[in-house]
């Protein structure tokens, strides 16, 4: 992440998560936290639970952030935002928390508020995966799919779409969901076989190498150790413990998390 | 490969439905947009890219550092020996590894081992430099409490944290100073054998020293197997002690384990040595104290008196007059005592010596020295190889208001950094008995007085070492001591004019010491030689021959080719 992303995304995180920005200039950034931020930015569960216990009226810490350590203001104590930060860190853990789960209705186009019969949505479940490649490396990517509820087409990119769209949480007048064809479970069900296609179309050599590493590992400690008949407890041990480690460091595998996933309910 | 097993998650798929049930507990759509955007932020899209480099504060690794972190997380797979000469940075070669596996998400319990001296050390580069939030592990609950411990090794394989150690699985293990995991049949190798560990770098100076086992037992930590078993190592590899056989193929595998840097590499600049000698002359009650001692030892050595041992004792004492009043009368003291409880009655001549040092009021050195330090008005280190001298000196630069701090072998792990910081942030001197021992780095000072010269040319090299390192800014500046007309003199004439110690850093300085003290330590041939002389001449010319020695062993050792390779693991040819 970049500087002025790192800024913005800082802010635009105190504002969803109702903090008070106290000051703002191009150089630094400062806020009273809300209970909630406080207590995923600032590690202090004792006297979190000291003031729920004694029924105190919490008193949220003011954090100051600079963006370019030597650009700090003279006198406040100012901390350096930045990629790879512990501070950051919790920020981006933070939202990652208490982003995952949402359910949208789509802003009625002008045309359809005078109307008076009922229109109804296309519903939309929304996942965006997280699709990790492991051997005693790692690669990430994050696919961001969508599955229409009535008819199961899958889209790639789907997230894009949303985010060219306005959004309500609440139900609009005169407008209803359908019901839907595809379970929640069916659906997941149906995008996880479409994730399954598509990472067995990637490139695996990765995994290919990795297993042949593997292969020579463990050749290399069964012809190291003696037969087995001639092998104490102790080596045998030794012996077991090494092919563990071997396995654990190389074994080829693909794990598929869900970052945050969501119901969308689009106009036709 | 046909199919990868995939493991998908669907912990989420119940939270979700529940929360359909129920109709609540859903996020808003900032909120939904922050996580994606955090998730983004997190992920590494490559295999090979070095994502640590954009997360260090207030330094930037040097190229053969990246270089070496590069190699060890693609080639060599996270198993690995950082060989790298002192001073070129295996810490940060070892965090920069460390932190990239760990923002991968490949690594969250790590464990690193290292000297007791050098624990706080580790976690404070840990933490200020890579943001690794390391701990240094004190109390045995810490075990299962912190992710990221960095221990003594000595700690902890004994109970009760050993079994605590065994019982965990650590994705990362990094040992400091693994040479002293040279030998199978000692604890900590055993210990470092047992415990279970996904990546491992095994972080030495001195990958082999003596024998070339030491070497496959290094590895074997390792990757049982690389190097064959022990037999067909021997049998394939070893003609000698040192001496490889089949060094191609040797090389070849141990390379595939092993990284070694080199100064010469001009991987790294080094500012310039200045050497300066003080000479110092004795006051005459110093100098009749020296004399002294001198006939004292000539003459029992020519009568044949007393055995080898304590002869060479004799030679200490006249060392120990060099270095102060008070370092020799400790040993004087010592003889004076083991006269009275063996004999009937006091040797005369142990009396007269001890009465010549009570004469001794001013002295001339100690005088010099806090003339020098106030005239330097920088940070300096003042290295003595006597407790009682270092006690003189402290009472000296407290008498002129010069803030000094003691330091010295015996200290507590905390005493020692917390006189280091002192050093740092307030003292204008440090006044050491102690060069060795791990971890004293100094680079912000740049002045070094050798008050008297240890005799073993591996403890000068240390000394100088712990000020001119990698992080040195200034040219550093020497001084040595040397009292006129004494032993003292001889020593720093063979040391500076014919090893030339000071004004260059020697490569090896292990290994050419290696050669030449196959029969005897080179301290102990120092004393012989004082011991066995009749006048100066003498010295002089016998000293000329172990300076030549050394000069010799020096061009062999940089001219074979046998031992090249293992000096130099970067360069294949």
């Excluded at chain 1, 969508?146 to 139900?171: A, C, M």
């Excluded at chain 2, 191609?248 to 000698?277: C, P, W, Y």
């Excluded at chain 2, 806090?370 to 330097?376: A, G, S, T």
């Excluded at chain 2, 006044?431 to 040319?457: K, M, R, S, Y």
Aim: hydrophobic share 40%; glycine share 4%.
């Amino acid at each position: 992440m970049e500087l002025i992303q790192i800024k913005e995304f800082a802010e635009r995180y105190l504002t969803a998560y109702g903090c008070h920005i106290l000051e703002k200039n191009p150089d630094f950034l400062q806020a009273r936290l809300s209970v909630e931020a406080d207590k995923d930015l600032v590690h202090r569960p004792f006297y979190w639970m000291y003031v729920e216990k004694m029924g105190l009226e919490p008193n949220p810490t003011i954090l100051t952030f600079v963006f370019e350590p030597d650009k700090a203001p003279e006198g406040a104590r100012a901390e350096h935002l930045a990629y790879g930060t512990p501070r950051f860190s919790q920020m981006l853990r933070s939202a990652q928390k208490n982003g995952r789960f949402i359910r949208l209705y789509e802003e009625p186009r002008t045309q359809f508020r005078s109307a008076g019969n009922s229109h109804g949505y296309e519903p939309w479940l929304a996942v965006n995966y997280k699709i990790s490649s492991i051997c005693d490396r790692k690669k990430d990517e994050i696919l961001h799919l969508g599955i229409h509820l009535r008819t199961g087409d899958i889209r790639e990119q789907f997230y894009e779409e949303l985010l060219n769209r306005r959004w309500t949480p609440k139900l609009p007048a005169h407008r209803h969901t359908v019901s839907h064809a595809f379970t929640i479970p069916e659906a997941v069900g149906e995008l996880e076989y479409f994730l399954q296609g598509y990472i067995e179309h990637q490139d695996l050599s990765w995994a290919d190498s990795a297993m042949e590493r593997l292969e020579q590992e463990l050749e290399q400690i069964h012809s190291f150790y003696p037969e087995e008949w001639r092998m104490s407890d102790e080596l045998h041990a030794e012996k077991k413990q090494r092919i563990r480690e071997a396995v654990w460091q190389y074994h080829p595998r693909v794990e598929v998390e869900v970052v945050n996933a969501g119901l969308f309910y689009m106009n036709p | 490969m046909e199919s990868v097993p995939i493991r998908m998650d669907r912990r989420w798929l119940n939270h979700f439905i529940t929360h359909m049930e129920q109709d609540n507990g859903w996020t808003t759509w900032d909120r939904f947009q922050l996580a994606v955007e955090a998730a983004q932020a997190e992920i590494v899209p490559e295999f090979d890219t070095l994502q640590c480099l954009k997360v260090l504060h207030g330094f930037s690794p040097l190229p053969h550092q990246v270089d070496t972190a590069r190699r060890v997380l693609g080639e060599m797979r996270g198993r690995a020996i950082l060989a790298d000469e002192v001073g070129l940075g295996k810490t940060i070669e070892a965090g920069l590894i460390l932190k990239e596996y760990m923002i991968r998400g490949l690594v969250k319990k790590v464990l690193i081992l290292v000297p007791s001296s050098l624990v706080l050390q580790w976690t404070r580069e840990l933490n200020q430099k890579f943001r690794i939030p390391a701990m240094a592990q004190k109390k045995a609950w810490m075990w299962d409490q912190y992710d990221v411990l960095v221990a003594s090794i000595d700690t902890a394989k004994r109970d009760p944290h050993r079994t605590a150690v065994l019982s965990t699985h650590y994705d990362m293990l990094i040992v400091d100073e693994a040479h002293k995991l040279k030998n199978r049949r000692t604890k900590n190798w055993q210990f470092v054998n047992e415990i279970q560990k996904k990546y491992s770098l095994l972080l030495t100076a001195t990958p082999m020293q003596n024998d070339l086992h030491e070497l496959y037992n290094l590895v074997t930590l390792l990757k049982p197997g690389q190097l064959g078993q022990q037999n067909s190592f021997s049998t394939n590899y070893v003609a000698g002690k040192r001496k490889p056989k089949n060094e191609a193929q040797l090389r070849e595998e141990v390379m595939r384990v092993m990284i070694r840097n080199r100064r010469s590499d001009g991987h790294v600049h080094f500012t310039k040595r200045n050497v300066i000698t003080v000479p110092i002359t004795l006051s005459p009650e110093e100098r009749a104290l020296y004399d002294g001692v001198t006939t004292f030892v000539r003459d029992s050595y020519r009568r044949g008196e007393g055995n080898l041992k304590t002869l060479l004792s004799l030679i200490i004492l006249q060392r120990e007059v060099c270095s102060s009043r008070d370092a020799a009368f400790l040993t004087l003291f010592k003889l004076f005592k083991k006269g009275a409880a063996g004999q009937e009655t006091l040797s005369p001549k142990v009396q007269h010596l001890v009465e010549l040092l009570r004469r001794v009021k001013e002295q001339s050195k100690v005088k010099e020295a806090v003339r020098l330090v106030q005239e330097i008005g920088e940070k300096v280190i003042l290295f003595t190889e006597y407790r009682a001298t270092q006690d003189l000196l402290l009472r000296a630069l407290a008498e002129k208001n010069i803030y000094a701090v003691p330091y010295r072998g015996g200290f507590a792990r905390n005493k020692k950094d917390w006189m280091m910081e002192l050093f740092q942030k307030r003292a204008q001197v440090m006044v050491a008995t102690e060069a060795g021992g791990e971890g004293i780095n100094l680079q912000f000072c740049h002045h070094i007085i050798n008050f008297d010269l240890p005799w073993n040319p591996m403890r000068v090299e240390q000394r100088i070492g712990r000020v001119h390192r990698f992080g040195q800014e200034n040219d550093v500046t020497i001084y040595n001591f040397a009292t006129e007309n004494t032993i003292e003199e001889h020593i720093l004439w063979l040391l500076h004019e014919k090893i030339n110690m000071f004004r260059t850093v020697i490569g090896d300085l292990e290994t050419i010491l290696g050669q030449i003290e196959q029969q005897e330590e080179m301290e102990k041939s120092l004393m012989r030689i004082m011991l066995e002389a009749d006048d100066d001449q003498e010295i002089r010319r016998r000293l000329s021959d172990l300076g030549d020695q050394f000069q010799d062993a020096h061009q062999e050792v940089a001219n074979t080719p046998q031992q090249e390779w293992l000096r130099d693991g970067t360069h294949p040819n």
